[in-house]
């Protein structure tokens, strides 16, 4: 299975090779997939489940787990068992966790095999996870490059962008060296550019599949901006084949703000399509609250493929409401309510959000009895 498989990437896609965490196919063509990262602590099992299905139902494809000590190896065999998403395991320098992680049965490592240290235990940890098909993430942050690398760059002899390409193919060529080859890579600089260039040099040397982010981009208000343009870039360059946005925030407004790019961009059916104008001194609601609550009506009920046209006044109000599934416009001090052009109620404001939930309702249950008459 793969996400919304009926989508038809329009932007040219590099030829990487697949590899499957769970049952999501990443590379070679398929679709781009959500991930995110659990906040909890990973041996706090509840906490950390419900974050996973928070996530799942706010349209994540595979989650990331931490797994700092023993404790969280024993919570991961708990959480595998119950977690709707498939589950990567974040391993960082101790190779008996990463060996315990494919024993419990986890989907995907994100491991660097170059801070393991210990020849034979790599060659175990690569063993384990070929004979599962379960695939590796080797990445790169600009901001922990090794003292060599950082040296290079000091004295002007590479760039940052080349440096990193050169400290992913490290751990590449580790794993390789171990006859494995369940490869992502991932490179993640905190700017846009940097990381732009640095995914289009190693497009040029490697067809192993790119997991992308503009990595700690912050709080969502300056993040969301800087991970939303980053993005956009590396998705048009047909270079991102998996995405994980990096908030400082609740998973799940990374997940929102990842499909979000990607709905924007026409890879994945439409959630929900708000058009809504800017206001003026000529609007006749509130038209700012009023988009706020349809939005939050819209999460509610989880709805996919309605557009909703919330407009201030009769100028352009009545022209989209026409071309929405449900428009509301401002009216001689009412709110108008259209359903598919055609006016359906003119209420107060104060009646405005029970009204348009009985449409939203209606809509949704006509919608899903075409569905079953197809
Ligand atoms: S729809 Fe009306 S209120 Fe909204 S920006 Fe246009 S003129 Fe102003």
């Given at each position: 299975?793969t996400?919304d498989?009926?989508?038809?990437?329009?932007?040219?896609r590099?030829k990487?090779?697949?590899?499957?965490v769970?049952?999501?196919?990443?590379?070679?063509?398929?679709?781009?997939?959500?991930?995110?990262?659990?906040?909890?602590f990973t041996?706090d099992?509840?906490?950390?489940?419900?974050?996973?299905?928070?996530l799942a139902?706010?349209?994540?494809?595979?989650v990331?787990?931490?797994?700092?000590d023993?404790?969280?190896?024993?919570?991961?065999?708990?959480?595998?068992r119950?977690s709707?998403l498939?589950?990567?395991?974040?391993?960082h320098f101790?190779?008996?966790?990463a060996?315990?992680?494919?024993?419990?049965?986890?989907q995907?490592l994100?491991?660097n095999?170059?801070?393991?240290?210990n020849?034979?235990?790599i060659a175990?940890?690569?063993?384990?996870?070929?004979?599962?098909?379960?695939?590796?993430?080797?990445g790169?942050?600009?901001g922990s490059?090794?003292?060599?690398l950082?040296r290079?760059?000091?004295?002007?002899?590479?760039?940052l962008?080349?440096?990193?390409?050169?400290?992913?193919?490290?751990q590449?060529?580790?794993?390789?060296?171990?006859?494995f080859d369940?490869?992502?890579?991932s490179?993640?600089?905190?700017?846009?550019?940097?990381?732009?260039?640095a995914?289009?040099?190693?497009?040029?040397?490697c067809?192993y599949?790119?997991?992308?982010?503009?990595t700690?981009?912050?709080p969502?208000?300056?993040?969301?901006i800087?991970?939303?343009v980053?993005?956009?870039?590396?998705?048009?360059?047909?270079l991102?084949?998996t995405?994980?946005?990096?908030?400082t925030?609740e998973?799940?407004?990374?997940?929102?703000l990842?499909?979000?790019?990607?709905?924007?961009?026409g890879?994945?059916?439409?959630?929900?399509?708000?058009?809504?104008?800017?206001?003026?001194?000529?609007?006749?609601?509130?038209?700012?609250?009023?988009?706020?609550k349809?939005?939050?009506v819209?999460?509610?009920h989880?709805?996919?493929?309605i557009?909703?046209?919330?407009m201030g006044c009769?100028?352009?109000?009545?022209?989209?409401?026409?071309d929405?599934?449900?428009?509301?416009?401002?009216s001689?001090?009412?709110?108008v309510?259209?359903?598919?052009?055609?006016?359906?109620?003119?209420?107060?404001?104060?009646?405005?959000?029970p009204?348009?939930v009985k449409e939203l309702?209606?809509?949704?249950?006509?919608?899903?009895?075409?569905?079953?008459?197809?």
């Open positions: 299975m996400p498989s009926e989508i038809v990437c329009h932007f040219p590099r990487t090779k697949p590899v499957y769970g049952r999501v196919k990443i590379g070679d063509g398929a679709p781009i997939s959500v991930q995110s990262m659990t906040k909890t041996h099992v509840a906490g950390t489940l419900n974050q996973i299905r928070l139902q706010a349209g994540c494809d595979i990331r787990v931490a797994v700092p023993r404790e969280s190896v024993i919570a991961l065999k708990q959480i595998l119950e709707p498939p589950v990567v395991a974040d391993i101790d190779p008996q966790l060996l315990m992680s494919i024993d419990a049965g986890v995907g994100r491991l095999p170059g801070t393991i240290g020849r034979q235990k175990e940890i690569a063993a384990a996870a070929g004979e599962r098909r379960i695939p590796i993430r080797v790169v942050n600009s490059l090794r003292r060599h950082m290079e760059i000091e004295e002007g002899r590479l760039s962008p080349e440096a990193m390409v050169l400290s992913a193919e490290e590449i060529h580790i794993l390789e060296d171990n006859g369940l490869i992502k890579v490179l993640k600089a905190h700017d846009v550019l940097t990381t732009l260039q995914h289009r040099l190693m497009a040029e040397r067809s599949p790119f997991h992308c982010g503009i700690e981009s912050g969502p208000e300056y993040g969301s800087k991970s939303a980053g993005l956009a870039l590396l998705i048009s360059e047909g991102a084949d995405v994980r946005v990096s908030l925030a998973p799940v407004e990374e997940v929102r990842a499909l979000s790019v990607l709905e924007s961009m890879l994945r059916v439409q959630a929900r399509n708000i058009i809504s104008c800017p206001t003026c001194a000529r609007r006749e609601i509130d038209v700012v609250q009023w988009v706020y349809v939005e939050k819209l999460q509610e989880n709805v996919k493929n557009t909703v046209a919330v009769v100028v352009n109000g009545p022209g989209e409401a026409r929405a599934d449900i428009g509301i416009t401002g001689a001090g009412k709110a309510i259209f359903r598919h052009g055609k006016v359906v109620a003119t209420v107060p404001e104060e009646e405005l959000i009204t348009f309702q209606q809509l949704i249950s006509s919608k899903s009895a075409q569905t079953e008459r197809k």
